[in-house]
């Protein structure tokens, strides 16, 4: 769990580090900006009284005379890196096992975090963040994967909210960290190092998935992964009750005449050759691969938005980041209970509704803002849980990391102009989003989940 969101850690801490100080402004010029702060710094000072003049990059890197679209390119080519390695390294997944793409991608993400934290250069920083986007396939997409085939079935939808939560949590560990701990980037950043180290090492400790082992036809090696499994849950079974009674519930089993080796046959080879062939898992997945760009456009629009809404900037993040929170635990009660479509189509039209009253009232009933980021958000982690745990229910599990890879690809494709449209003026970002959503909720009317066959 701490690898899927040790990433996120410095990446979704962008908004506090690139956030401008407030400047003690002259008495003719009392609206003053970072650009006259560039220009005279010693007649436009920082007020470091202020809560929100923090000790982060601007300072370090100088931001106050860069263009703000120059710096949006430190979350931009962060996703650029994500597409560079996401088909490539997602695909591993499905050929070579889920833990060594995970395994590799945390290693490599170590020195890259390292590095961001020294440097004192944008154009070193936005060329880190390229390298660090490249590790966020195995350390998310692949581990996410990774950790919903180690529970039995019924769980996994569950298991998955609860890794959603606490990547949320993040954002509220910043607002916290920043309003009452201290103004100082720094310290959190080496707490979040050793994070991501520690991570590392106990991944050298945690066996290859089993499920994969089994579907790739590699049955002495699921049975040893099952057995350290089972170790590390003081389970004491013979073998052959391990495998009985722990192994995918009936996926697998040697009555009423299945066996493996049909389950292997049920999704062909296993070659995305034959995936593409079939017209209506290729619509599907179509279909699919919008509703996650949908989804990660506008949570990362209405990420990288808040600290230029209307109100307090810390309000704001506190509703963005509470709310986060409470839809993940919420959506995770009841997501088992509804269809994919149901869930797609509450999730699209709440974040929808709340875009559109948020451009109504902002500027006659400023105060509502927090009200509608809020609801906003709430919608949005609704179609991020449902993305992340119907590609079980939509596609052949033979498949399950190269489709959650390649809908990631596209995501992180369009989420490179998510940074850009925040730096316009609103209420056009919030318009885009819920264009954006309502189209969403349209197409999920057309999604067909797989038929489930009952176990054996």
């Not at 560039?38 to 005379?65: F, G, T």
């Not at 096992?97 to 920083?125: D, E, F, Y």
């Not at 906003?376 to 449902?386: A, C, P, Q, V």
């Not at 989940?449 to 176990?455: G, L, V």
Request: proline share 5%.
């Amino acid at each position: 769990m701490l690898v899927f969101v040790t990433n996120q850690y410095i990446f979704q801490c962008i908004p506090y580090l690139i956030l401008f100080p407030k400047y003690i402004c002259p008495l003719l010029d009392p609206y003053c900006t970072p650009q006259d702060h560039c220009r005279s710094p010693e007649h436009y000072p920082v007020d470091i009284s202020n809560p929100l003049s923090l000790n982060n990059w601007v300072e370090q890197l100088n931001l106050a005379c860069e263009n703000p679209y120059k710096i949006a390119l430190l979350g931009s080519m962060y996703f650029a890196g994500a597409i560079a390695s996401g088909l490539f390294v997602t695909r591993l997944g499905d050929t070579h096992g889920r833990k060594l793409p995970t395994l590799i991608s945390a290693i490599v993400s170590i020195p890259i975090h390292l590095g961001l934290m020294l440097s004192r250069n944008l154009n070193l920083s936005i060329a880190l963040f390229f390298f660090l986007g490249l590790t966020r396939p195995g350390k998310m997409q692949v581990a996410f994967v990774y950790v919903s085939e180690m529970v039995p079935e019924r769980y996994r939808r569950r298991v998955g909210s609860f890794i959603l939560f606490f990547d949320g949590g993040s954002l509220i560990m910043f607002a916290l960290y920043f309003k009452y701990i201290s103004k100082s980037w720094l310290y959190f950043q080496i707490w979040a190092l050793l994070m991501s180290i520690v991570s590392t090492l106990v991944l050298f400790k945690i066996p290859e998935s089993p499920k994969f082992l089994i579907k790739k036809g590699r049955f002495d090696d699921a049975r040893v992964s099952l057995l350290k499994i089972a170790g590390y849950n003081n389970v004491y079974n013979s073998q052959k009750d391990i495998i009985q009674n722990h192994l995918f519930e009936g996926e697998i089993t040697t009555s009423k005449g299945s066996s493996c080796e049909s389950i292997m046959t049920q999704v062909g080879g296993g070659t995305l050759s034959e995936f593409v062939k079939d017209r209506a898992q290729l619509v599907k997945l179509v279909i699919f691969v919008f509703m996650w760009m949908a989804q990660s456009f506008s949570y990362y629009l209405a990420f990288f938005m808040t600290r230029k809404m209307e109100g307090d900037f810390f309000l704001n993040t506190f509703v963005y980041s509470g709310t986060e929170l409470f839809s993940h635990l919420f959506v995770g009660l009841i997501i088992n209970k509804l269809s994919v479509n149901a869930a797609y189509l509450i999730a699209f039209l709440t974040a929808c509704f709340s875009s559109m009253m948020y451009c109504l009232l902002r500027v006659s009933n400023p105060e509502y803002v927090p009200f509608f980021l809020g609801l906003l958000i709430f919608g949005i982690i609704f179609s991020t849980n449902t993305n992340w745990n119907s590609n079980q229910f939509l596609f052949p599990v033979i498949y399950a990391s190269s489709t959650n890879g390649l809908c990631n690809i596209f995501a992180r494709g369009i989420n490179i102009v998510s940074p850009q449209i925040a730096e316009l003026d609103q209420p056009t970002p919030m318009i885009v989003i819920g264009v954006t959503c309502f189209v969403a909720a349209l197409m999920s009317l057309m999604l067909k989940p797989m038929e489930r066959k009952q176990s054996m």
